[in-house]
């Protein structure tokens, strides 16, 4: 055993010393012909004579060497060598085939690449924390299908302490908070952690320390520590941060340290420590809450068993405090962190994936067919060598390097896409339903995937052009002009047959990616009445402390003038809802004089009188909003046109009295009467979707309850405002904060019904069909065009004899329709029989959408028109004298 | 030259071992024209293939080369025996003998049955 594997070292090392070995053996025959030839001399010889027996004994030099090379070697591997220093010299003296073949290969591979990197670091190996895939989340869950996501500082100690399948728990609180720094004013995420939080993700920080249990003692300093994206965005990446004394929700605290980048923990941009103590007096659960909990389990401990025995834990708590778990069915659930945070998109990636593979084959099927026809075009090279002795394995080999060769070409090229790919795809996680932490990379398991991916591609279209194009009828290849042979007649077949089987990929790629662009067109079909692109949006948060109490008006409408002079702003008004959205107060509201029945109510817009303007919606009678009237809270409104219809039916609402009869306090009107003053467009205010509800609005001064946005409207990007209308705000007053400043059209669109996710799946997808449909083209063309050039000499008899050129073309023209329309019809029933799997997916947009199927379809159909134009123009072209003189 | 004597797979790296066991260190040439003399010239060897049986049995680690210079003041490359070959030989003349032995058992049944 040992000494086999001496061998096979030593066979590997000579492969490598090939070079310095022969001259070895060589100094060696050199020492013998002269020893030898010293010999012979002695006994009496010529010297010259001498040499020239001593040579003529030792035999042939050169296949001693070469018995010589046998023995060290592996003959098989030298001989592979060689297979591929010939395939790469063959495949470079055909760059058009070649350059297309790894092309075509390299989108194909370069897709699953890209898709398997996404898989890998979004579902596999996002987390940077240590042993991140035995993370599970733990939650009291109840009812059929309710959730408590937090859990008390009691259960979460019970959780650990009585029983035996964790390794380590932290319990994570999220809030917002008030950031208050040297020239700084911001809205800030935080999380409340447990203290060994830390030592319980494994992460070390890049700056400064983290927190342990002695921070979370009760009379410790403050300490936070700083997110690296934070700490960048807002502290410039300032070196020195560790040791400053910020101001979090009023309280001073001190920065202690700075995480690496991609430690996301809760998405948090400080991480606080606090401490879990057991309740004294019982409650309910609202009280003592820690926060989500999170657990590493033991090794070779299941969810299923964790959640078993958790909710033997629970359920005694259930027993010793009844009041504390009120709701019916009341369980411990356990998940793996990654499904607490993936969810829907989990379905998304795989079915992306399901269609890169589906990509993948249709370039097999290309790469394929340019082979066999180049196995047909090579018959007499392949006849010639099996004439000359090359054995059927030593042909079906060499062939079979030369597609290494090609998907080898094919793995680096598509790595190269899918590194490109992996940048843009990148560039859109932020806005997916992915962990943050996740980061796209092209790392060592997914270049061997790529690696993989290649070598069974090979197998896909590299195998049977080997073996066929080695079995050669040896004087047919050798002598004949090929196209009458039988074998040339069943690659035919075969190619043919790789076309319908493109066909029906391609079809099923097609609808797959029409069925979900028209689902998302559905969803994104939505009316708001106003133009959301051009409006930017930003919240307001305040300091907490009094100083704000009955100032705010005055701060808004400094805040306003200010905007207003920002260059190109065109307008800008303060609202209490965002308008799509309507998540506002409503009231009931009478009008005096009418006969009502109390069942009417609106949703209360409070607002500045430039909110018209905002948002582009024009006064339809009497008019706006004044100055005036906000500036001294007067008790006057507008009315939209639903509230109009349904209140007021024909009757003129102006000058009209309007009771609300819950205005929320505090207030300064004396009495909620307001008069109508004129009428506004409908626009969208309860849902992207949905009709538009009766809507009053009023001067925001009139009350001073909830909270207020700021919208401006701009003749630039919105997306660039934020900066700008942060100074302002800043000179207006320093320790207000924007609370989530951006486009409103991020907000709609990030809203239900349209998610980040579909409109990844749409492009992506959209995206892998568009390539795979030149693929496609690629391959019809490819095929018909061979079968044009096989039959010119049958079309030049046709037309030397008097047959019509337009019949050449309908010919070809037939060819293509008839397997186009095969593999048409086999992807048809695919679809059909597989589009059940989508249909939950889809939205208001049957799965056999006969649109969609119709479009799909006359897309390949024009696909394969297109691609067999070419060919036909060829053939109704072909010069009967000149083909015939020409073909052997 | 007569007829020649077929080599079995293995005989000649056995006569190679043999030789070296016998001569101690000793260049190809030197092996080649030990084995044509103790064979009484039997054995006529295409000199060249005692090569392939030396990289054959350098690879095995039996035998150990190094460069030398013969009486005549050549250099050559000479050949040694290691502890690893000794064994192997004797493992291997063992063998033989008792493979010979056999087959001599074997073809004599067969000429009396013919008899």
């Known amino acids: ?888 | 030259m007569g007829q020649k004597l077929d080599l079995l797979q293995g005989t000649l790296d056995l006569m190679v071992l043999q030789t070296l066991a016998s001569l101690g260190s000793q260049h190809g040439y030197g092996i080649a024209r030990r084995v044509e003399q103790v064979s009484g010239h039997e054995v006529l060897l295409n000199q060249g293939t005692i090569y392939a049986s030396l990289v054959r049995l350098q690879q095995r680690r039996w035998i150990k080369a190094e460069w030398g210079t013969s009486e005549n003041n050549r250099r050559a490359r000479f050949y040694s025996l290691t502890k690893s070959g000794e064994k192997a030989l004797e493992a291997r003349t063992a063998n033989w003998e008792r493979v010979t032995a056999v087959m001599a058992r074997v073809l004599r049944q067969r000429r009396e049955e013919d008899r």
């Open chain 1, 1 to 888: 055993m040992i000494a086999a594997l001496a061998r096979f070292f030593a066979r590997l090392a000579a492969l490598f010393r090939a070079r310095r070995l022969d001259h070895a053996v060589e100094d060696d025959l050199a020492a013998h012909v002269d020893l030898m030839a010293d010999d012979l001399v002695a006994g009496g010889m010529e010297p010259s004579a001498a040499r020239r027996e001593a040579r003529l004994r030792l035999g042939n030099v050169a296949s001693a060497v070469d018995a010589h090379r046998t023995a060290r070697s592996f003959g098989w591997l030298d001989d592979a060598w060689r297979d591929v220093g010939y395939a790469v010299r063959t495949l470079g003296r055909a760059p058009g085939f070649t350059s297309a073949a790894v092309a075509t290969l390299a989108l194909g591979i370069g897709g699953v690449t890209l898709m398997y990197s996404v898989i890998h670091h979004v579902l596999v190996a996002p987390f940077p924390y240590r042993d991140a895939e035995r993370i599970v989340r733990v939650f009291v869950a109840f009812g059929d299908s309710g959730m408590r996501p937090d859990v008390t500082a009691d259960e979460f100690l019970d959780f650990q302490e009585q029983s035996d399948v964790f390794e380590g728990a932290v319990a994570a609180d999220d809030d917002s908070a008030h950031l208050l720094g040297e020239g700084l004013a911001e809205r800030v995420e935080i999380v409340r952690g447990t203290p060994e939080m830390f030592r319980y993700l494994g992460v070390q920080p890049e700056r400064g320390r983290h927190f342990g249990p002695p921070d979370a003692e009760p009379h410790a300093p403050p300490v936070a520590v700083l997110n690296h994206r934070t700490w960048t965005a807002l502290f410039g990446g300032d070196p020195e941060v560790v040791g400053r004394t910020i101001r979090l929700d009023g309280e001073p605290r001190t920065i202690i340290g700075v995480m690496p980048p991609r430690f996301e923990w809760h998405d948090a941009d400080f991480w606080l420590p606090a401490a879990a103590p057991r309740r004294t007096s019982p409650g309910t659960a609202d009280s003592n809450r820690v926060g989500q909990f999170y657990a590493r389990l033991r090794p070779g401990v299941t969810v299923e068993a964790a959640r078993e025995r958790l909710n033997a834990v629970l359920q005694r708590r259930v027993t010793a405090s009844p009041q504390e778990y009120p709701r019916p069915n009341t369980r411990a659930e356990v998940r793996a962190l990654i499904d607490d945070t993936v969810f829907d998109f989990r379905a998304v990636l795989y079915q992306l994936f399901s269609a890169v593979g589906l990509l993948l084959f249709i370039a097999c099927g290309n790469v394929a067919n340019m082979l066999l026809a180049r196995a047909t075009a090579r018959e007499r090279e392949t006849a010639v060598r099996a004439a000359l002795g090359a054995t059927r394995w030593r042909l079906v080999r060499q062939l079979f390097v030369e597609s290494l060769a090609l998907a080898f070409g094919g793995v680096v090229c598509g790595a190269l896409l899918a590194s490109v790919g992996i940048g843009i795809v990148q560039g859109w996680m932020a806005n997916l339903e992915v962990p943050a932490e996740a980061r796209l990379r092209l790392d060592l398991p997914v270049l061997m995937f790529a690696t993989s991916a290649g070598l069974l591609a090979t197998l896909f279209f590299g195998l049977y052009p080997a073996l066929h194009g080695a079995r050669r009828d040896l004087v047919a290849g050798a002598t004949s002009s090929s196209r009458s042979s039988t074998a040339s007649r069943r690659h035919h077949r075969l190619r043919g047959s790789l076309v319908v089987v493109e066909v029906a990929l391609s079809l099923v790629l097609v609808t797959g990616a029409g069925l979900f662009v028209r689902s998302f067109l559905n969803r994104t079909d939505f009316e708001l009445g106003f133009d959301h692109r051009k409006i930017f949006m930003t919240g307001f948060a305040f300091p907490p402390g009094p100083q704000f109490d009955g100032q705010r008006e005055v701060f808004y409408r400094e805040t306003l003038d200010r905007v207003a002079r920002i260059p190109g702003v065109d307008a800008v008004a303060i609202v209490s809802t965002i308008p799509p959205f309507g998540y506002g107060q409503t009231s009931p509201v009478t009008l005096p004089g009418t006969a009502n029945d109390g069942q009417t109510r609106a949703l209360l817009q409070f607002c500045s009188e430039g909110l018209p303007y905002t948002l582009g919606l024009r006064v339809t009678a009497g008019r706006g909003l004044s100055a005036a009237d906000v500036a001294g809270a007067r008790t006057v409104a507008l009315v939209n046109e639903t509230l109009v219809r349904q209140y007021f039916g024909r009757e003129n609402p102006l000058g009209r009295l309007v009771r609300i009869d819950k205005l929320p306090a505090p207030t300064t009107a004396a009495e909620p009467l307001f008069e109508v003053v004129g009428v506004v467009q409908d626009a969208a205010n309860s849902g992207i979707r949905q009709p538009a509800d009766p809507e009053i609005y009023v001067p925001h001064t009139l009350s001073s309850a909830g909270n207020r946005r700021l919208l401006v409207r701009s003749s630039i990007n919105p997306a660039r405002l934020t900066v700008a209308v942060r100074e302002s705000v800043r000179a207006v007053n320093s320790t207000v904060a924007l609370n989530r400043p951006g486009p409103l059209q991020a907000q709609v669109e990030s809203s239900w019904p349209v998610s980040n996710g579909e409109r990844f799946r749409i492009v992506v997808l959209a995206g892998f069909a568009m390539t795979g449909l030149g693929l496609l083209s690629f391959g019809v063309y490819g095929v018909i065009a061979y079968t044009v050039s096989q039959q010119t000499r049958e079309f030049a008899i046709r037309l030397a004899l008097g047959g019509e050129r337009r019949h050449v073309a309908s010919q070809v023209f037939r060819t293509t329709f008839w397997l186009v329309g095969t593999g048409a019809l086999i992807g048809l029933g695919v679809c059909l029989a597989t589009g059940r799997v989508l249909a939950s997916q889809l939205y208001e947009t049957s799965p056999r959408d006969p649109i969609t199927f119709a479009a799909a379809l006359g897309v390949i159909v024009l696909t394969g028109a297109v691609a067999c134009a070419v060919p036909a123009r060829r053939a109704m072209r072909v010069e009967p004298a000149i083909a015939l003189r020409h073909d052997e």
